[in-house]
T-cell receptor, first 113, second 115 residues
Framework: AQSVTQLDSQVPVFEEAPVELRCNYSSSVSVYLFWYVQYPNQGLQLLLKYLSGSTLVKGINGFEAEFNKSQTSFHLRKPSVHISDTAEYFCAVGGGSQGNLIFGKGTKLSVKP | DSGVTQTPKHLITATGQRVTLRCSPRSGDLSVYWYQQSLDQGLQFLIQYYNGEERAKGNILERFSAQQFPDLHSELNLSSLELGDSALYFC??????????????FGPGTRLTVL
Protein backbone atom coordinates (compact mmCIF):
# COMPACT_ATOMS: atom_id res chain seq x y z
CA ALA A 1 0.00 0.00 0.00
CA GLN A 2 1.08 3.56 -0.62
CA SER A 3 0.75 6.54 1.69
CA VAL A 4 1.91 10.13 1.89
CA THR A 5 2.63 12.24 4.96
CA GLN A 6 2.94 15.99 4.78
CA LEU A 7 4.59 16.97 7.99
CA ASP A 8 3.33 20.54 8.26
CA SER A 9 -0.29 21.54 7.91
CA GLN A 10 0.53 25.26 7.80
CA VAL A 11 3.70 27.13 6.93
CA PRO A 12 3.81 30.91 7.38
CA VAL A 13 6.73 32.70 5.75
CA PHE A 14 7.70 36.24 4.82
CA GLU A 15 7.94 37.37 1.23
CA GLU A 16 11.36 36.73 -0.41
CA ALA A 17 12.28 34.17 2.25
CA PRO A 18 13.10 30.57 1.30
CA VAL A 19 10.60 27.83 2.03
CA GLU A 20 10.59 24.04 2.30
CA LEU A 21 7.42 21.97 2.40
CA ARG A 22 8.06 18.47 3.64
CA CYS A 23 6.68 15.24 2.25
CA ASN A 24 7.41 11.64 3.15
CA TYR A 25 5.97 8.68 1.33
CA SER A 26 5.60 4.96 1.83
CA SER A 27 5.40 2.47 -0.99
CA SER A 28 6.28 -1.13 -1.65
CA VAL A 29 6.69 -0.51 -5.38
CA SER A 30 8.51 1.98 -7.54
CA VAL A 31 6.85 5.33 -7.26
CA TYR A 32 6.12 8.41 -9.18
CA LEU A 33 5.94 11.51 -6.99
CA PHE A 34 4.10 14.76 -7.57
CA TRP A 35 3.48 18.15 -6.07
CA TYR A 36 0.23 19.91 -6.89
CA VAL A 37 -0.83 23.43 -5.95
CA GLN A 38 -4.38 24.57 -5.23
CA TYR A 39 -5.06 28.29 -5.24
CA PRO A 40 -8.18 29.48 -3.37
CA ASN A 41 -11.38 28.31 -5.05
CA GLN A 42 -9.51 26.63 -7.86
CA GLY A 43 -8.61 23.12 -8.99
CA LEU A 44 -5.30 21.32 -8.72
CA GLN A 45 -2.36 22.33 -10.87
CA LEU A 46 0.71 20.17 -11.32
CA LEU A 47 3.86 21.90 -10.03
CA LEU A 48 6.38 19.17 -10.73
CA LYS A 49 6.84 15.43 -10.94
CA TYR A 50 9.50 12.79 -10.36
CA LEU A 51 9.32 9.76 -12.60
CA SER A 52 12.92 8.55 -12.77
CA GLY A 53 16.43 9.82 -13.39
CA SER A 54 17.79 12.93 -11.74
CA THR A 55 16.66 13.24 -8.15
CA LEU A 56 16.37 17.02 -8.38
CA VAL A 57 13.36 18.07 -10.36
CA LYS A 58 12.41 21.56 -11.35
CA GLY A 59 8.87 22.71 -11.80
CA ILE A 60 6.87 25.77 -12.60
CA ASN A 61 6.98 29.07 -10.73
CA GLY A 62 10.55 28.52 -9.50
CA PHE A 63 9.77 25.47 -7.37
CA GLU A 64 11.99 22.41 -7.16
CA ALA A 65 11.93 19.14 -5.25
CA GLU A 66 14.45 16.49 -4.37
CA PHE A 67 13.68 12.78 -4.36
CA ASN A 68 15.51 10.97 -1.56
CA LYS A 69 14.95 7.25 -1.76
CA SER A 70 16.79 6.35 1.43
CA GLN A 71 14.76 8.83 3.44
CA THR A 72 11.57 8.23 1.41
CA SER A 73 11.15 11.96 1.07
CA PHE A 74 10.21 14.40 -1.65
CA HIS A 75 10.48 17.87 -0.14
CA LEU A 76 9.43 20.94 -2.11
CA ARG A 77 11.58 24.08 -2.03
CA LYS A 78 11.62 27.59 -3.33
CA PRO A 79 14.54 29.97 -2.67
CA SER A 80 12.42 33.13 -2.57
CA VAL A 81 8.64 33.15 -2.24
CA HIS A 82 6.14 35.71 -3.45
CA ILE A 83 2.77 36.74 -2.09
CA SER A 84 1.25 34.97 -5.10
CA ASP A 85 2.61 31.63 -3.84
CA THR A 86 0.04 31.66 -1.07
CA ALA A 87 -1.91 28.46 -1.68
CA GLU A 88 -2.31 24.89 -0.51
CA TYR A 89 0.28 22.39 -1.69
CA PHE A 90 -0.33 18.67 -2.02
CA CYS A 91 2.22 15.91 -2.30
CA ALA A 92 1.02 12.78 -4.11
CA VAL A 93 2.32 9.34 -4.98
CA GLY A 94 1.36 7.19 -7.93
CA GLY A 95 2.74 4.28 -9.86
CA GLY A 96 1.01 1.41 -8.19
CA SER A 97 -1.00 -1.11 -10.17
CA GLN A 98 -3.86 1.38 -10.22
CA GLY A 99 -3.64 4.69 -11.99
CA ASN A 100 -4.98 6.84 -9.17
CA LEU A 101 -2.92 9.15 -6.98
CA ILE A 102 -2.63 9.01 -3.20
CA PHE A 103 -2.50 12.50 -1.73
CA GLY A 104 -1.13 13.90 1.48
CA LYS A 105 -3.31 16.09 3.70
CA GLY A 106 -1.88 19.27 2.22
CA THR A 107 0.25 22.15 3.50
CA LYS A 108 -1.13 25.69 3.51
CA LEU A 109 1.60 28.13 2.60
CA SER A 110 0.91 31.66 3.73
CA VAL A 111 3.29 34.32 2.43
CA LYS A 112 3.23 37.56 4.39
CA PRO A 113 4.55 40.93 3.20
CA ASP B 1 -7.14 25.61 -18.21
CA SER B 2 -6.55 21.86 -17.93
CA GLY B 3 -9.06 20.92 -20.62
CA VAL B 4 -11.17 18.97 -18.11
CA THR B 5 -14.62 20.43 -17.54
CA GLN B 6 -16.97 19.81 -14.65
CA THR B 7 -20.56 20.87 -14.16
CA PRO B 8 -22.13 22.27 -12.16
CA LYS B 9 -19.62 24.45 -10.35
CA HIS B 10 -21.75 24.63 -7.22
CA LEU B 11 -24.59 22.48 -5.99
CA ILE B 12 -26.71 23.03 -2.89
CA THR B 13 -29.17 20.37 -1.88
CA ALA B 14 -30.86 18.81 1.13
CA THR B 15 -30.20 15.64 3.06
CA GLY B 16 -31.73 12.55 1.51
CA GLN B 17 -31.59 13.93 -2.01
CA ARG B 18 -29.74 12.61 -5.06
CA VAL B 19 -27.43 14.61 -7.33
CA THR B 20 -25.40 13.98 -10.46
CA LEU B 21 -22.02 15.53 -11.15
CA ARG B 22 -20.69 15.60 -14.68
CA CYS B 23 -17.17 15.51 -16.05
CA SER B 24 -15.80 15.81 -19.57
CA PRO B 25 -12.18 14.65 -19.93
CA ARG B 26 -9.50 16.23 -22.08
CA SER B 27 -9.72 15.35 -25.72
CA GLY B 28 -7.97 12.02 -26.27
CA ASP B 29 -7.95 10.96 -22.61
CA LEU B 30 -9.58 7.61 -21.93
CA SER B 31 -9.35 7.50 -18.13
CA VAL B 32 -11.52 9.48 -15.75
CA TYR B 33 -10.88 9.61 -12.02
CA TRP B 34 -13.14 10.99 -9.31
CA TYR B 35 -11.73 12.42 -6.08
CA GLN B 36 -13.43 13.88 -3.03
CA GLN B 37 -11.84 16.71 -1.06
CA SER B 38 -13.26 17.30 2.41
CA LEU B 39 -11.92 19.09 5.46
CA ASP B 40 -11.64 15.99 7.59
CA GLN B 41 -10.61 13.37 5.00
CA GLY B 42 -8.49 15.46 2.65
CA LEU B 43 -8.24 14.40 -1.00
CA GLN B 44 -9.47 10.86 -1.48
CA PHE B 45 -9.72 8.74 -4.59
CA LEU B 46 -13.21 7.46 -5.24
CA ILE B 47 -13.31 5.60 -8.54
CA GLN B 48 -11.67 5.32 -11.95
CA TYR B 49 -13.12 4.49 -15.35
CA TYR B 50 -11.12 3.62 -18.41
CA ASN B 51 -12.73 3.60 -21.85
CA GLY B 52 -16.17 2.94 -20.40
CA GLU B 53 -15.20 0.25 -17.91
CA GLU B 54 -14.68 0.54 -14.18
CA ARG B 55 -10.96 0.21 -13.59
CA ALA B 56 -10.35 0.84 -9.89
CA LYS B 57 -12.27 1.65 -6.76
CA GLY B 58 -11.15 3.63 -3.76
CA ASN B 59 -13.05 4.85 -0.74
CA ILE B 60 -16.36 5.16 -2.51
CA LEU B 61 -19.53 4.73 -0.48
CA GLU B 62 -22.24 2.33 -1.63
CA ARG B 63 -24.58 5.33 -1.94
CA PHE B 64 -22.30 6.69 -4.65
CA SER B 65 -21.97 5.33 -8.17
CA ALA B 66 -20.40 6.42 -11.40
CA GLN B 67 -20.34 5.59 -15.06
CA GLN B 68 -18.48 6.56 -18.19
CA PHE B 69 -20.40 6.96 -21.40
CA PRO B 70 -19.39 6.10 -25.01
CA ASP B 71 -18.36 9.72 -25.61
CA LEU B 72 -16.07 9.29 -22.54
CA HIS B 73 -17.75 11.83 -20.31
CA SER B 74 -18.44 10.58 -16.82
CA GLU B 75 -21.11 11.12 -14.22
CA LEU B 76 -20.87 10.65 -10.48
CA ASN B 77 -24.19 9.95 -8.80
CA LEU B 78 -24.57 10.64 -5.10
CA SER B 79 -27.74 9.46 -3.39
CA SER B 80 -29.33 9.57 0.07
CA LEU B 81 -27.12 12.54 0.74
CA GLU B 82 -25.86 13.25 4.25
CA LEU B 83 -24.35 16.38 5.74
CA GLY B 84 -20.96 14.68 5.67
CA ASP B 85 -21.08 14.39 1.89
CA SER B 86 -20.52 18.13 1.60
CA ALA B 87 -17.19 18.42 -0.18
CA LEU B 88 -15.38 19.47 -3.32
CA TYR B 89 -15.55 16.74 -5.95
CA PHE B 90 -12.79 16.69 -8.53
CA CYS B 91 -12.60 14.86 -11.79
CA UNK B 92 -9.26 14.15 -13.44
CA UNK B 93 -8.38 12.55 -16.74
CA UNK B 94 -5.38 10.83 -18.25
CA UNK B 95 -4.49 9.09 -21.46
CA UNK B 96 -3.88 5.62 -20.06
CA UNK B 97 -5.30 3.31 -17.45
CA UNK B 98 -2.47 3.09 -14.95
CA UNK B 99 0.38 0.73 -14.20
CA UNK B 100 2.67 3.07 -16.08
CA UNK B 101 2.75 6.77 -15.53
CA UNK B 102 -0.07 8.82 -16.94
CA UNK B 103 -0.22 12.44 -15.97
CA UNK B 104 -3.58 13.38 -14.54
CA UNK B 105 -5.22 16.67 -15.40
CA PHE B 106 -7.73 18.00 -12.92
CA GLY B 107 -10.97 19.83 -13.51
CA PRO B 108 -12.02 22.87 -11.47
CA GLY B 109 -14.26 20.79 -9.20
CA THR B 110 -17.90 20.80 -8.13
CA ARG B 111 -18.60 22.13 -4.67
CA LEU B 112 -21.46 20.20 -3.08
CA THR B 113 -23.22 21.59 -0.04
CA VAL B 114 -25.75 19.39 1.72
CA LEU B 115 -28.06 21.26 4.10
Amino acid sequence: AQSVTQLDSQVPVFEEAPVELRCNYSSSVSVYLFWYVQYPNQGLQLLLKYLSGSTLVKGINGFEAEFNKSQTSFHLRKPSVHISDTAEYFCAVGGGSQGNLIFGKGTKLSVKP
Amino acid sequence: DSGVTQTPKHLITATGQRVTLRCSPRSGDLSVYWYQQSLDQGLQFLIQYYNGEERAKGNILERFSAQQFPDLHSELNLSSLELGDSALYFCASSVGAGGTYNEQFFGPGTRLTVL
